[in-house]
Structures are given as C-alpha cells and as structure tokens.
C-alpha cells in the first residue's frame, strides 16, 4: 500500500485568500484524486490529477476555483482560491495504486480547512 | 449517474452486538463495491470490498452481502468493540473506475 502525505493538515484562512495543499505518495501511482469532505457529509470527487496535463473536473467544480497540478507520479497539489466560509471542509487526497480493473483507493489524513 | 444511498445515518449499539449498515445502488453497471472507515480525524480507510461476481465476502467480524437483483449490499460486523466506533461509507463503481461514488455515511458507536 503507499503512504500518503498531506500539507497542511490543517490551516485556517481569511475569506478570499488562495490556499495551496500538497499531496506526496511514498511510491508511483496511476492516478490521483481529490475529494472535498464538506463537515458532517460525504465524500465529493474534485478532480482526477492527470500527469502532465489538465486535471479532469467533476461536475460543479472548475479549473479557477480549484487550479490542481500534477508535474510527476508521486506528486499533487490543490488550490481552493478566492476562499469563502463555505468552501470550509476536509480535502482528501487519494491515489489508485494498481491498473483498470482494480478500484481500490487510498486515502491521505486530508486537510482541514476553515475559512473565516 | 450513479447514486448511492446509505442507512441509518447513525447507530448505536452496545459491545457485543452486532451491527449492519445497509446501502442500495442505482446504476446497474457498477460493480465493485467498497466499505470505508474513517476515524475521527483521519482520512477514510478500506475495510472490506466486493465485486459483482460474488454475493458475499467474509473478513474476520466483518462481512459484506451483494444482492445485484435488488442493487443493494450490506456491512456486517460482529461482536462490535469500542474501537468500531467510526463513521463508515459505502461506495460503487464501474469496471474501468469511471467514478467512485460515495454514500452518506454511518456514524456507529459502540458503548462498552
């Protein structure tokens, strides 16, 4: 299983400030992902990171609310910009490890953030 | 697309128990099923999985049951202990992990 690292784990954050989380995997991984946990729900997909080009959105969340790059295999960031208190929630970073046909995911211990 | 919902939101039960967690599925195609445990926190955490060609699967106290007819499938854990206490989540997905969709979760307390 790989080992994933978030920073920060939690921050908080004035409203309308840009606040970038970073994602390290211990190994190399297919594909990455980010989910937001808004407090209380379930989990949300973001976006898959896609290695060495544009991340693919999920519908209702855009590339300028949510800027993700991700330059190598074991490397990821998200942006959340322009921040209001509702954009307040857990991001999980997870990573698939193993080809099509197995589902499995991982997750990182997320970050916290809350915007005030 | 797919949708997954989950019931109870919570439950409590005493140490000892046994408890189930119960999810239906709308989407026909999805086959591989997941169950997630997140500890207050941390992130979510694999705990069991099925897939369609099997209608149930067993890991020590915990087992999960598919029924693909009716789109549903089940958590089920035995002999609960304080450290079962979490909020679990079911999931479903598609051959070719088009999406990983979640349910709404069950926060579960095991009083001792």
């Known amino acids: 299983s790989a080992v994933i690292s978030q920073k920060p784990s939690r921050d908080i954050c004035q409203r309308g400030t840009s606040l970038t989380i970073q994602c390290q995997v211990d190994?190399?991984?297919?594909?990455m992902f980010w989910y937001r946990q808004q407090p209380g729900q379930s989990l949300t997909l973001i976006a898959t990171?896609?290695?060495?080009?544009?991340?693919?959105?999920e519908s209702g969340f855009v590339i300028d609310k949510f800027p993700i790059s991700r330059p190598n295999l074991t490397f990821s960031t998200l942006t959340v910009s322009n921040m209001s208190p509702e954009d307040s929630s857990i991001y999980l970073c997870?990573?698939?490890?193993?080809?099509?046909?197995?589902?499995?995911?991982?997750f990182g211990a997320g970050s916290r953030l809350t915007v005030l | 697309g797919e949708n997954v919902e989950q019931h109870p939101s919570t439950l409590s039960v005493q140490e000892g128990d046994s408890a189930v967690i119960k999810c239906t599925y709308s989407?026909?195609?999805?086959?591989?099923f997941p169950w997630y445990k997140q500890e207050l926190g941390k992130g979510p955490q694999l705990i069991i999985d099925i897939r369609s060609n099997v209608g149930e699967k067993k890991d020590q106290r915990i087992a999960v049951t598919l029924n693909k007819t009716a789109k549903h499938f089940s958590l089920h854990i035995t002999e609960t202990q304080p450290e079962d206490s979490a909020v679990y989540f079911c999931?479903?997905?598609?051959?070719?992990?088009?999406?990983?969709?979640f349910g709404t979760g069950t926060r579960l307390l095991v009083s001792p």
């Open positions: 989407d026909s195609a999805s086959n591989y």
């Open positions: 990171a896609n290695q060495g080009s544009e991340a693919t959105y």
């Open positions: 190994s190399q991984v297919t594909m």
């Open positions: 997870s990573v698939r490890l193993l080809p099509s046909g197995a589902n499995v995911l991982t």
């Open positions: 999931a479903a997905s598609n051959t070719g992990f088009q999406k990983l969709v």
